[in-house]
Every structure is written in C-alpha cells, then in structure tokens.
C-alpha cells in the first residue's frame, strides 16, 4: 500500500509517513506489553513463564537500549574502558548499544544526514560521530577493538582489502576486529549491499593476510545465512585462553 502512495506523493513524504507509523506502532507495543507485564508480574499468582516478546517490547523500550545477538556478541570484543571504532556506524542505535564500557568511541558514516540522526538519537559522552567515507585515512589509533557491521558489502574487494591494512595499523596489540555481513543479495538494482565474496572460507581468506587468529561463523536466525567475523593476533572470543584474559580486563566477569 505504502509503495503504491510513495508513486503518487513521492518517497520523502511516504517516508516521513511510514517511518512515523512504525515509531507509533513501536510506542503502542511497548504500551500493551507494560499493561500485560503489570497485570502478569504484579498481581499474583506470578507466572512461571516470562513471555519473551515482554523482552521485546517492553523491557528494552523502557531500558532505552537495543539489544540483539549480534550486540551481544559485539560486547565480548570490547574491553571495559576501552577505546573503540565503529566503521559505517549507521544511525548509532547499535553504536550504544554496544559500546556502554568504553571509554572512548570514534564513530564514522559517510552520509552526512545519518550522522546527524545518530548525534540527535544516539548521543552519549563516551561517542564522537564523524562524517567520513571509510575509504579515507582513519582516525589516529590504537583502538582495542574496531567495529565493522553489516557493511563489508558496501565495498570492493580492492576497497576492502585497503580499509583491512588501515585497520590492522590502527588497532592496539591484542586488538580486535568485529564485524557481520549478509552472504545474500535481493536481487535489487537499488540494493548497494552486494557481498563479493560467496562463503565464510572466502571472508576467512579476505580476512587472513592481516590477523593470525581469525573467527568466521554463519548464523542463519530466519533472514537467511549472515557472517560474524572476529580477527586479531591475540586471543579472540571463544579460545581456550579467553576467560582468563576477560577475568584480568574486567574482574566482574567470570567465565571461568
Ligand atoms: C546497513 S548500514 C549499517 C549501519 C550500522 N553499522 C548498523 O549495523 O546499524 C550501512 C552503513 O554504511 C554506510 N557506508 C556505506 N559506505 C560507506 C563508506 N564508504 N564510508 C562510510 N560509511 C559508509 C552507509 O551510509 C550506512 O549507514
């Protein structure tokens, strides 16, 4: 329906009038399920099962805070004070999410509109969004861990394998890279999110030249196959030595 009203008034307005639609529908539901949270968790008998679109809709609306796998296993790549850069950040929603310990955060899109959303939405004392094509210069390192999501497949292989070199100088010894993209295209003209490699071995082989210890995954959650990557010469998530190494950064966590 809204596609057919974009033809007649034209995409910034239909838009404008779509995007106030879902943050209407977004303030709705997360109204019903604090009635049905209240009704459920205050009047006994308390139920045994805590249903998860409760999660969903109420407890990260009222927390303020996106939370997503992905957001979590971003946080495992980020030390408690650490200093962070975020590559094709995006609207900042994810950049908060993931980024609450860090000290610092450099945060970079090169559209000048986005940013200017992320700093109106976004804004927190720990980040500084920055108008910037990624394929400049980055800002001065050493940074504990370089974010870069679901945006590898806005690049060539040739502008990848660049911003890779840049990255690898800029990150601090045991440093991390953190990233995710899509392996499937649909098929749009008007898509720009054109992944130019076709398997997690291919983004493991863009990846190796550059770190020692090198992590891809595939996790399809329903929206077809999407890639986690985690690079580094140090110890990543999931090796043997990473809890002892999460207890001497951070000694409120405890993995062991
Ligand atoms: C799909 S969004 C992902 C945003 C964010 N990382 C997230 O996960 O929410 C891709 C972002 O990459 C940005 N982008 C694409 N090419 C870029 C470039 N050459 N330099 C900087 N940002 C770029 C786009 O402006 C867009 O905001």
Redesign the pocket.
Known sequence: MILRGAQLIGKQRAERLAMAGAALSRRLAAFAHRQQRNVQWQIAPIPQRYDPYLFLYHDQAASGRYQSGRSLLASLCIPSGGRVLDL????G??TRAITRSAHEVIA????AE?IEYARQHHPSANIEYLVQ???APLPAGPFDTVVW???LA??TAAEAACILECVKASLAPGGILFGCTSLVHDGSESNPHRPFFRSKEDLAALLSPYWRNVKVFSIDSGTGPFLYFLAGDGVLPFDPDWPAQIASRNPVANLT
């Not at 094709?88 to 609207?91: K, N, T």
């Not at 970079?108 to 559209?111: G, I, P, S, T, V």
């Open positions: 094709c950040c995006g609207d929603l994810f970079l899109d090169y559209d986005t094509d990624a394929r999501v679901s945006s806005y690049f």
